[in-house]
């Protein structure tokens, strides 16, 4: 079993079998659920027979609805076991699992279980499989630098546990894969690296918006939450740096809500940036194109991020990016070729990496067709063949080596 993010191709013989298989997909936490939709809208066109469990529900995308069979249960709810030790981290969170999902699952005999992570789901997961043979088949999203530290050996205890009884997991990156493979000790033939969680342009452009960024070009976007972690203030920073170099012909775009926005505020302020940063709040998902198209660069400058969808997203969009080195989405990214990796700590590097695309306009269209073209092979519809094809690998009774 290949590890390599791009190497693994299912075999279209492979999915002829699917339609016959039962698949449950088990979900604590789907508040932000617009990228999943679009994938399990193109595996319920391999494996009809699937239904997704979910514990917390954010709602349809417009033009979803009825698209794939859903099951909210009531009852989930997170726990935090630890507070994180620095603001820019995760909390330590389990998130609850409501006795209905053994009762669910006992009704609908799936054949795979997709869960993620280690959580208590899992567990549940993993009681079917003792009761039923069901395979059980792990999603884990990716690994950040600063997550790796967080581990406490009693969580470390629980995946070493349940590992051996996992019949399969994929990673949206290599680094994923190769923490199953060292720390808990799965074997390479049940480990895949392919991104999962992935970018869909129609979904972002469903509700059509001619609004524009503010500023002078290039523009420069941030997309996320806007708290410690997503790593803002040293955007803020690396903005004030080129301005005492006397350089103002750019623009600094903060789309996003969070606990700081008032700190945002107050930062552009004080540094002296109001000509060149601007925040301009939430923007609805199904809008989210006209940002991404309006941009000239995007910048990621995150802290602690397991994977980094809007990472992906800027790159369909055919954007070159500035990715900071603790996202795991880094993977995605080609140095030097559509973008920069860069320690956003290091505001007189990040700053230069802007100026790079200040100076040359021109790398802008050549780093942006290289971040379309990275990314052109990861589409939902790709996600769902190659999940399609681990789930029935394992389900296959006969031990074909179909995956």
């Known amino acids: 079993m290949t590890s390599a993010i791009a190497d693994f191709v ?15 997909w088990l979900f604590p936490m789907m508040r932000r659920t617009h990228y999943w939709q679009p994938v399990f809208r193109e595996f319920t066109s391999l494996v009809a027979d699937n239904t997704v469990f979910v514990g917390c529900w954010g709602g349809f995308a417009a033009g979803y609805e ?139 452009d469903t509700e059509i918006s001619g609004e524009k960024l503010p500023g002078s070009r290039p523009i420069f976007l941030f997309v996320g939450s806007i708290e410690a972690r997503k790593g803002w203030r040293y955007l803020v920073a690396a903005a004030r740096a080129l301005v005492c170099e006397g350089i103002n012909r750019f623009s600094v775009v903060f789309v996003g809500a969070g606990p700081e926005e008032k700190k945002l505020r107050v930062a552009i302020r004080e540094c002296g940036v109001q000509t060149v940063a601007f925040h301009v709040g939430p923007v609805p998902y199904r809008r989210m194109a006209s940002c991404y198209r309006n ?86 519809r790709r996600a769902a063949q190659v999940l399609a094809s681990v789930a029935l690998g394992t389900w296959d009774r006969k031990g074909r080596a179909t995956v």
């Open 295 to 380: 941009a000239d660069v995007f910048v990621f400058p995150t802290m602690d991020d397991v994977w980094g969808l809007v990472l992906l997203e800027a790159m369909a969009f055919g954007k070159p990016v500035i990715c900071s080195r603790f996202a795991g989405a880094r993977e995605m990214v080609a140095d030097e070729e559509n973008g920069f990796l860069a320690d956003p700590r290091n505001v007189e590097f990040l700053a230069a990496c802007m100026r790079r695309f200040i100076d040359d306009p021109s790398l802008i269209e050549r780093f942006g067709a290289r971040s379309r073209e990275l990314i052109a092979p990861y589409t939902p």
């Open 66 to 204: 009825g698209s794939f069979k859903l099951r909210v249960l009531n009852g989930g709810r997170p726990l935090v076991l630890k507070k994180k030790e620095k603001e820019e981290q995760y909390d330590s969170a389990l998130f609850w699992a409501p006795a209905s999902i053994l009762v669910e699952l006992a009704r609908f005999r799936p054949d795979v279980i997709f869960t993620t992570g280690f959580s208590a789901w899992t567990v549940c997961a993993l009681v079917q499989k003792l009761l039923a043979r069901s395979r059980v088949i792990v999603l884990w999203d990716g690994n950040s630098v600063h997550w790796k530290s967080q581990i406490s050996k009693a969580r470390h205890l629980q995946r070493k546990l349940m590992a051996p009884f996992l019949d399969f997991v994929v990673s949206n990156m290599c680094e994923g894969v190769e923490y199953m493979r060292r720390s808990l000790s799965i074997p390479d033939h049940k480990l895949l690296s392919h991104p999962y969680q992935v970018a869909d342009l129609a979904i972002l």
């Open 10 to 24: 299912p075999h279209p013989e492979t999915l002829a079998g699917s339609k016959k298989m039962r698949v449950a």
